[in-house]
């Protein structure tokens, strides 16, 4: 089993980036990993497993935002197709340095 949780949290205000930071901090000490910036994701070998991270997902909920916990198989998750775009790479400016030949 895999549980993901998808967030949306804001981060307006000082005390409001703080919850969300502490979010983060909480997910990742249950030994969840960043799939996107705002999506956790975590394997979990049992559906009980799995209940027990979800669990302690809802106890560090933040008071604002949005939250949503979805449970996939490990199957599931194995047929998600990822794309990749590339980064853009600004040119370098010419060179302000004489060049002697």
Same mark, same amino acid.
């Given at each position: 089993?895999?549980? $993901?949780v998808f967030f949306?949290?804001?981060? %307006? &205000? =000082? /005390? %409001? =980036?703080?919850?969300?930071? +502490? @979010? =983060?901090?909480? $997910?990742?000490?249950? +030994? *969840?990993?960043?799939?996107? *910036?705002?999506?956790?994701?975590? @394997?979990?070998?049992? =559906? %009980?497993?799995?209940?027990?991270?979800?669990?302690r997902t809802k106890?560090? $909920?933040? !008071?604002?935002? !949005?939250?949503?916990?979805?449970?996939? &198989?490990?199957?599931? *998750? +194995?047929?998600? #197709?990822? @794309?990749?775009? /590339?980064? #853009?790479? %600004?040119p370098e400016p010419?060179? /302000?340095? $004489?060049?002697? *030949?």
């Open positions: 089993m895999w549980v $993901l949306d949290l804001p981060t %307006e &205000t =000082r /005390q %409001e =980036r703080k919850a969300a930071s +502490g @979010f =983060r901090k909480k $997910l990742i000490k249950d +030994g *969840f990993g960043m799939f996107q *910036f705002s999506i956790y994701t975590r @394997f979990c070998p049992s =559906r %009980e497993n799995a209940a027990v991270h979800i669990k106890m560090a $909920l933040p !008071k604002k935002g !949005k939250v949503c916990v979805m449970q996939i &198989t490990d199957k599931q *998750f +194995g047929m998600m #197709e990822l @794309f990749h775009g /590339q980064k #853009e790479v %600004e010419p060179s /302000q340095q $004489l060049e002697l *030949f």
